[in-house]
């Protein structure tokens, strides 16, 4: 199975932007299917973005559309998610996501990373 690790979560203020990063070691980041869920404070984890095996697709959730970008290099085995024009709202714990089925629910996900933490001042 896969395994999941991110990074590049922190504080910034709002309007600012970041990336983060989701590395995949194991089994062949090639075969999944990705995504981003997010979760904040007393709040369910949500959708945020997904992208199929080979990049030509992606999906978005509505709040995010616009702003975020998915991507993915399958060649270095990594997710990424571009955060532009970030709101206080969009704090939460990230989380990247694996399933051989497109994860745009929870419901699908076979494999979670462990999160990073994204901060935004207003």
């Known amino acids: 199975q896969v395994r999941l690790v991110e990074s590049g979560g922190g504080l910034v203020q709002a309007g600012g932007s970041l990336r983060l990063s989701c590395a995949a070691y194991g089994r062949t980041f090639s075969n999944y299917n990705m995504g981003w869920f997010r979760q904040a404070p007393g709040k369910e984890r949500e959708f945020v973005a997904a992208i199929n095996i080979v990049g030509s697709t992606t999906y978005y959730a509505n709040f995010v559309k616009g702003r975020f970008t998915i991507s993915r290099d399958n060649a270095e085995n990594t997710l990424y998610l571009q955060m532009n024009s970030l709101k206080p709202e969009d704090a939460a714990v990230y989380y990247c996501?694996?399933?051989?089925?497109?994860?745009?629910?929870?419901?699908?996900?076979?494999?979670w990373g462990q999160g990073t933490l994204v901060t935004v001042s207003s």
């Open positions: 996501a694996a399933s051989r089925g497109l994860p745009t629910m929870t419901s699908r996900v076979e494999v």
